[in-house]
C-alpha cells in the first residue's frame, strides 16, 4: 500500500524567510503528487499537482515543488513565506490505475512576524 | 457555482444516536469521497463512490454506510454514533480517478462532529 510521511509536524519561520515542507513517499511504479493546504477552520484546497513531465512543478501562492524520483520526494518550497501562508500543508499520493488518495499526516506551517 | 457543499456544520450527538451527514456537488463529478481528520493523523477515507448507486470502503469503513442515489449528493451515515467518531469530517469530488490522468479532488468546507 502506499503510504506518504510528512518528516516535519510543525515548521516555524519568520516573514520572509524560505521554506521547505519535507514529503516522501513509497516506491510505485507510476504515481501521481500532490499537496494540498488547510487554512484554519477551512477545507483543503490544491496546491500543486505533478503528474508527468517537468520535475519542477509550480503552485499558487508562489509555491514550488520538486519531484525526485531516485529519492521518492515531492518536497515544497517557497523563497519567502508572508504571515498569510499560516496553514497545514498536506502531501498526497495516488497510484496509477487507483481511486484513492492517500495523505500524510500533516505540517503545520506558522509564519511570525 | 457553489463547487462543494456539507450540511450540517456542526453537530453534538449523544453516544448510541444516528445522524447523516449530507454532500452536494453541482460539478457533474463522477467521483465522491468522504474523509475524517483527527489531530496529527492527516486524512483518512472512510468510503467512497465511482458513480450513481456504487459505493465502496476506505480505509476506515468501520461504524459507518453511505448511499450515492443521486450522482450530485453522497450520504454518510453514522448508525449508532460512538466517542471515537469525534471527527472533522470531509467531503471531496473529482471529475475522474485513477487511469493515466487523475484529476484534482476538490473539497468541502467540512462538518465538526463531537460525540459525548
Known amino acids: 500500500a502506499q503510504s506518504v510521511t510528512q518528516l516535519d509536524s510543525q515548521v516555524p519561520v519568520f516573514e520572509e524567510a524560505p521554506v521547505e515542507l519535507r514529503c516522501n513517499y513509497s516506491?510505485?511504479?507510476?504515481?501521481?503528487l500532490f499537496w494540498y493546504v488547510q487554512y484554519p477552520n477551512q477545507g483543503l484546497q490544491l496546491l500543486l499537482k505533478?503528474?508527468?513531465?517537468?520535475?519542477l512543478v509550480k503552485g499558487i501562492n508562489g509555491f514550488e515543488a520538486e519531484f525526485n524520483k531516485s529519492q521518492t520526494s515531492f518536497h515544497l518550497r517557497k523563497p519567502s513565506v508572508h504571515i498569510s501562508d499560516t496553514a497545514e500543508y498536506f502531501c498526497?499520493?495516488?497510484?496509477?490505475?487507483?481511486?484513492?488518495?492517500?495523505f500524510g499526516k500533516g505540517t503545520k506551517l506558522t509564519v511570525n512576524p | 457555482n457553489a463547487g462543494v457543499t456539507q450540511t450540517p456544520k456542526f453537530r453534538v450527538l449523544k453516544t448510541g444516536q444516528s445522524m447523516t451527514l449530507l454532500c452536494a456537488q453541482d460539478?457533474?463529478?463522477?467521483?465522491m469521497y468522504w474523509y475524517r481528520q483527527d489531530p496529527g493523523m492527516g486524512l483518512r477515507l472512510i468510503h467512497y463512490?465511482?458513480?450513481?448507486?456504487?459505493?465502496a470502503k476506505g480505509e476506515v469503513p468501520d461504524g459507518y454506510n453511505v448511499s450515492r442515489l443521486k450522482k450530485q449528493n453522497f450520504l454518510l451515515g453514522l448508525e449508532s454514533a460512538a466517542p471515537s467518531q469525534t471527527s472533522v469530517y470531509f467531503c471531496?469530488?473529482?471529475?475522474?480517478?485513477?487511469?493515466?490522468?487523475?484529476?484534482?479532488?476538490?473539497f468541502g468546507p467540512g462538518t465538526r462532529l463531537t460525540v459525548l
Open positions: 471531496a469530488s473529482s471529475w475522474t480517478s485513477g487511469g493515466i490522468f487523475p484529476d484534482t479532488q476538490y
Open positions: 516506491s510505485s511504479v507510476s504515481v501521481y
Open positions: 505533478y503528474l508527468s513531465g517537468s520535475t
Open positions: 498526497a499520493v495516488k497510484k496509477g490505475g487507483s481511486e484513492k488518495l492517500v
Open positions: 460539478m457533474n463529478h463522477e467521483y
Open positions: 463512490s465511482v458513480g450513481e448507486g456504487t459505493t
